[in-house]
């Protein structure tokens, strides 16, 4: 198997895949652009790059049979904090794999599509409904890899990532929790599938309360073994007052800088 690059090493998911997929014989290849905290995994290297750097990102990328792109801001940022890492990174990441035909699993987000009422089931065909700059650059995301199969046949799988911690601290997330070991499982599907095309994949466990539906998981064979419901007692009296972030799908960063008058219970644009 060829090295795996994973940008976002230095983060919290980054920090919880380098070892798991260490453990299974890959041969990693760590970036970020602070320093990795942990002790190296066996069969790992660490560089430190940025990923508005294309060169650093070009050298790093040589060789290698995937990326696994978790690097760059993850929570709602001004739009010039959010450009330079998510959308010239992501840029420099797919320019990378195109040259080595390398898989990119990209780390996208439910933010993408925040907007979308929580009544909603849906499908990953769904309507992008971005809630914040950082949504709208995960949505960029996943057209970039929508480009780069059609018109380089760069193969990529998008993680429409719910809310991935070690446990669900609120109600909201019995809907959207993705265990540690499902991601890592998830991530493992992803590389090693022998045909990925352009795919996107809902990245929560198996919640009975989950928002969302249809996916190409049978396309890599992959299929959530956890479940958020068992912390219901503990987190499912957890919400919050604000009308909005109840009312949407993404939760806080909905309601965050909204400007327009509070919605009525019932939005009659809501199929807009
Ligand atoms: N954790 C979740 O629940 C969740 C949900 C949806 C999507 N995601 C996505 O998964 C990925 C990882 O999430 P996380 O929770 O580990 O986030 P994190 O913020 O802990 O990790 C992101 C890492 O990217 C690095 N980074 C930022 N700017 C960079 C730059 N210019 N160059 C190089 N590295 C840079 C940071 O130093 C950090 O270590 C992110 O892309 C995030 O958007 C996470």
Same mark, same amino acid.
């Given at each position: 198997m060829k090295p795996v690059l994973l940008t976002g090493a230095s983060g919290n998911l980054g920090r919880a895949l380098a070892p798991a997929l260490a453990a299974q014989g890959w041969a990693l290849r760590l970036t970020d652009i602070l320093p990795f905290p942990d002790p190296l995994p066996p069969g790992a290297s660490f560089t430190r790059a940025d990923l508005a750097d294309g060169l650093s990102i070009a050298r790093l990328a040589e060789g290698c049979g995937a990326i696994l792109h978790f690097g760059g801001i993850s929570v709602d940022k001004s739009y010039p904090e959010v450009a330079r890492p998510n959308l010239d990174g992501l840029y420099h990441i797919y320019e990378a794999a195109r040259r080595e035909g390398a898989r990119v699993l990209f780390a996208s987000s439910n933010h993408s599509i %925040?907007?979308?009422?929580? %009544?909603e089931t849906l499908d990953a065909d769904c309507a992008f409904r971005p809630d914040s700059y950082y949504g709208l650059s995960k949505a960029f995301g996943e057209l970039m890899g929508r480009l780069y199969w059609d018109k380089h046949g760069v193969e990529n799988v998008n993680l429409r990532i719910g809310s991935c911690f070690p446990k669900p601290i609120n109600a909201r997330m019995l809907s959207t929790w993705l265990s540690y070991g499902d991601l890592t499982r998830l991530v493992t599907a992803a590389v090693t599938a022998p045909r990925a095309g352009h795919c996107v994949i809902w990245a929560c466990s198996a919640n009975p309360a989950s928002f969302w539906g249809r996916d190409h998981r049978d396309r890599i064979g992959w299929a959530p073994q956890? /479940?958020?419901? /068992?912390?219901r007692a503990e987190v499912g009296h957890i919400v919050s007052t604000d009308a909005v972030e109840e009312r949407y799908q993404g939760g806080g960063y909905t309601s965050a800088e909204y400007s327009r008058a509070t919605p009525s219970p019932r939005d009659p644009f809501a199929l807009d």
């Open positions: %925040g907007f979308h009422e929580r %009544g956890d /479940t958020a419901e /068992t912390f």
